[in-house]
């Protein structure tokens, strides 16, 4: 489960006490709870030095209290699905997608989830995977290169019909990455 904003430890379906707090933290910018871990992230200017110890009292409280770390929100008619695991087998799968889910749950997700990630399975059309990189696996500079070398090398040399993988961005991180483009080309202009 990620939270990338504030409001997001609030709302339905899975709020989080915790979160919340540690998104209080200036400098926080997300929260993501894998199966025995969690992962906190910073932003670029922010200092471990200076959110650390915060971040290790609240976590610390949270497990010795007994507080609830993520709710399960009850679900009203009309709701979204609550998630399932986008690697769980499914009896519609093709062969060739059992096959993925079977290669990134017994081979990748585990090398991803030892950095502090995880990933998910959006999709297989016309050859190619795609796939959501959550936790610090989104946010790290070389996400493109697990991404490519690690990910698409391993599921193309396993899986034949595997063309290559793309990397499917939520609405925010489209336009975070918008903006931040946009904002990389000024300070271009700015220094010509």
Do not use: W
């Given at each position: 489960i990620e939270y990338l904003n504030p409001r997001s430890t609030i709302s339905p379906p899975y709020p989080s006490p915790l979160a919340a707090k540690l998104m209080n933290i200036d400098g926080i910018t997300s929260v993501f709870y894998g199966a025995d871990f969690i992962t906190v992230t910073k932003a670029g200017d922010a200092n471990w030095a200076h959110v650390r110890p915060e971040i290790f009292a609240l976590i610390t409280e949270a497990i010795t209290s007994g507080e609830t770390i993520v709710s399960i929100a009850e679900r009203k008619e009309?709701?979204?699905?609550?998630?399932?695991?986008?690697?769980?087998?499914?009896?519609?799968?093709?062969?060739?997608?059992?096959?993925?889910?079977?290669?990134?749950?017994?081979?990748?997700?585990?090398?991803?989830?030892?950095?502090?990630?995880?990933?998910?399975?959006?999709?297989?059309?016309?050859?190619?995977?795609?796939?959501?990189?959550?936790?610090?696996?989104?946010?790290?500079?070389?996400?493109?290169?697990?991404?490519?070398?690690?990910?698409?090398?391993?599921?193309?040399?396993?899986?034949?019909?595997?063309?290559?993988?793309?990397?499917?961005?939520d609405q925010e991180e489209e336009i975070a990455m918008e903006e931040f483009a946009k904002f990389e080309e000024k300070l271009k202009h700015q220094k010509a």
């Open positions: 009309g709701d979204e699905d609550i998630e399932e695991d986008s690697l769980a087998y499914n009896e519609n799968d093709s062969e060739v997608v059992g096959m993925i889910k079977e290669l990134l749950e017994t081979r990748i997700r585990p090398a991803i989830q030892e950095d502090g990630g995880d990933i998910e399975f959006r999709g297989f059309d016309d050859g190619y995977v795609k796939l959501k990189l959550r936790g610090a696996c989104r946010t790290c500079d070389s996400s493109t290169v697990t991404l490519k070398n690690g990910i698409e090398g391993m599921l193309m040399h396993y899986i034949e019909e595997v063309k290559g993988v793309h990397q499917i961005l």
